[in-house]
């Protein structure tokens, strides 16, 4: 019943930008942490991005970002569409592989095992 589709991938040519969109369904996923990771062909899934709830009623998130997209990426959630997105600019060729979205209860992770629910990826290609 839970499920996650990630959507807008594809090829773009370095210097572009791309928008990716997550949608999550099944359960309530406000104060869930939800991520964005990637893997290249032949390499390790890494983290890209997460945000997570402060547990804080003001609805404060906090963001994290790996060092190798700061300032190029930004993740950002509507709870009340239950999606999450990663704008992400100034695209690399590095920056090619499967992006996908993850949601996880408590506190967030840049570990990709410490997350529960996964979608299937969309595919980000950047040619030089």
């Known amino acids: 019943q839970v499920q996650l589709v990630e959507s807008g991938g594809g090829l773009v040519q370095a210097g572009g930008s791309l928008r990716l969109s997550c949608t999550a369904s099944?359960?309530?996923?406000?104060?869930?942490?939800m991520g964005w990771f990637r893997q290249a062909p032949g390499k390790e899934r890494e983290f890209v991005a997460s945000t997570t709830w402060s547990g804080s009623w003001s609805g404060t998130y906090y963001l994290d970002y790996a060092d190798s997209v700061k300032g190029r990426f930004t993740i950002s959630r509507d709870n009340a569409k239950n999606t999450v997105s990663l704008q992400m600019n100034s695209l690399k060729p590095v920056d090619t592989g499967a992006y996908y979205c993850a949601a996880k209860r408590g506190s967030g992770s840049n570990n990709a095992a410490a997350y529960e629910y996964w979608g299937q990826g969309t595919k980000v290609t950047v040619s030089s």
């Open positions: 099944g359960r309530a996923f406000s104060s869930d942490a």
